[in-house]
């Protein structure tokens, strides 16, 4: 069984930073950040194949940055200099079949980190 979770959300002030982590447990092919503004719909950061290649979504901005940690077994996501417009639920997703890990439909997700960015 596959589980997917979140961690490192929380309140921070515009200009800071912040690392979201994600860890993932269970045979996978790819594993991908999203995030859900209020009143917006879910979008796609990145997604990151077990090959090593990322796929960066419309919504992966230059202060984004994709990267694994080995050593946690992770995918994260810094956040630099993040901005009031970031203020979203964070989600992470994992797909079991490489096909299905091109567009934006994923099998598993996790509940969600909140990040709030204050000015």
């Known amino acids: 069984q596959v589980q997917v979770l979140e961690s490192g959300g929380g309140s921070v002030q515009a200009g800071g930073s912040l690392r979201l982590s994600c860890a993932v447990s269970?045979?996978?092919?790819?594993t991908a950040w999203f995030r859900q503004a209020p009143g917006k719909g879910r979008e796609r950061i990145a997604t990151?194949?077990?090959?090593?290649?990322?796929s960066y979504g419309r919504f992966m901005y230059d202060h984004f940055a994709v990267s694994r940690d080995d050593a946690k077994n992770s995918l994260d996501l810094q956040i630099n200099s993040p901005k009031p417009e970031d203020t979203a639920m964070y989600y992470c997703?994992?797909?079991?079949?490489?096909?299905?890990?091109?567009?934006?439909?994923?099998?598993?997700w996790g509940q969600g980190t909140q990040v709030t960015v204050s000015s």
């Open positions: 269970g045979s996978t092919r790819c």
């Open positions: 990151r194949f077990n090959d090593g290649t990322i």
């Open positions: 997703a994992a797909n079991t079949r490489r096909e299905d890990c091109y567009g934006d439909v994923f099998e598993f």
